[in-house]
């Protein structure tokens, strides 16, 4: 017996498109204009920089920005943690950053997740973290290529 349009159309709509799976980088991977990292890193140190708050038409909106040293059993570096991903950036906490990408600062790289991205904590490592690799303390100048 022959399928009806309605029926194949049901089906087609019921079929997700393929997830890819994630593949998980290490700290010492990370190279400066690069996105979309999966990394599972323990936080060890989180400080706020920056917090203050603006009134928007009766709203209290809270801006909050901190820095926290993470790192794996590869390196180090800093990762800028914006408003609720500050509380999830605690001291001793394992977290996997899906979708990261790498922000330049002042010459230096910064780990971010922005909207597109998520900070999820997790059960804690196993790993030691290697705390004399930090990749935030490495200096990048922009150079530009003339080809010729």
């Given at each position: 017996m022959a399928t009806t349009a309605p029926q194949q159309q049901q089906q087609g709509?019921?079929?997700?498109?393929?997830?890819?799976?994630p593949v998980f980088i290490t700290v010492d991977q990370l190279k400066p204009g690069t996105s979309g990292h999966t990394l599972?890193?323990?936080v060890l140190e989180s400080k706020t920089v920056l917090q203050k708050g603006r009134s928007v038409?009766?709203?209290?909106?809270q801006t909050r920005i901190a820095e926290c040293l993470?790192?794996?059993e590869t390196g180090t570096i800093v990762f800028t943690a914006r408003n609720e991903q500050v509380?999830?950036?605690?001291?001793?906490?394992?977290?996997?950053?899906?979708?990261?990408?790498?922000?330049?600062?002042?010459?230096?790289?910064?780990?971010?997740?922005?909207k597109w991205?998520?900070?999820?904590?997790?059960?804690?490592?196993?790993f030691v973290?290697?705390?004399?690799?930090?990749?935030?303390?490495?200096e990048y100048?922009?150079?530009?290529?003339?080809e010729e």
């Open positions: 709509d019921n079929a997700k498109p393929g997830l890819r799976k599972t890193v323990k038409s009766q709203h209290l909106r993470v790192g794996d509380d999830l950036m605690m001291p001793n906490t394992t977290v996997i950053l899906r979708n990261a990408k790498i922000d330049m600062f002042k010459g230096s790289m910064r780990l971010a997740v922005d991205g998520r900070v999820e904590v997790t059960e804690p490592a196993k973290v290697k705390e004399d690799n930090n990749l935030s303390l490495v100048e922009l150079v530009n290529v003339v």
